[in-house]
């Protein structure tokens, strides 16, 4: 007869459980960023902060996300409109929830920005404005969330959670004039502290030569 032990896995519901935690989703209010803060509540998080620059986009994700009828009692997704372009917005955004919590236990940098124009008059204007989210802004965001992710970590590590664009597995007819932005800016002492900080680049390409040997990467 068979072996069939291997089919009984012990306490499977806790192995993707969020039971209690508390995420930041940025650029949450569509798309990527609302699927995501969408999962994060139905997997159990009692808190789900939500960023994006529009108030009113802010509101009706946070709307829609609570009318979700199986969330855990009491769970919540709560609006918090913020430019993360710059660090009074990210600063902002760290300050309101703080306001309502002690820690955080997972951060979803999502929010990002594009622009598609011709070398010859691709403005520095039009590349600061992708830089300064994309990638300031991210690091930025790491950063000044730190305390609160050292204080959400216990037995299970605190989290930051990086997306990448498939736009840069190729160029497009007008080019692509950057890269795609990953974890390597990060300080090294974030993963020793008890942080993951998984990136979600394309699936073609993991790139683990930029990833610090003691970060964990998805």
Known sequence: MSDTSDAHLHDFPSLFSLAGKVAIVTGGSRGLGLSSASALLQAGAS??????RKPAACLSACAALNALP???????AIPIPADLS???GVRHLVAEVTRHTPRVDVVCANAGATWGAPLA???DDAF???MNLNVRGVFNLVRE????LERGRGEDPSRVIITASVAGLGAGPE???GCTYQISCCPRPLSPAGRELPGLPPPPFIPQTLVNTDMNFL
Request: proline share 7%.
């Open 175 to 177: 080019g692509t004039y």
């Open 145 to 148: 969330c730190a305390p609160l």
């Open 128 to 130: 600061a404005k992708v």
């Open 121 to 123: 008059s691709h403005g």
């Open 86 to 88: 710059t660090l009074a």
């Open 47 to 52: 808190k789900v902060f939500i960023s994006s």
């Open 70 to 76: 199986n969330r855990a009692p009491g769970a919540v």
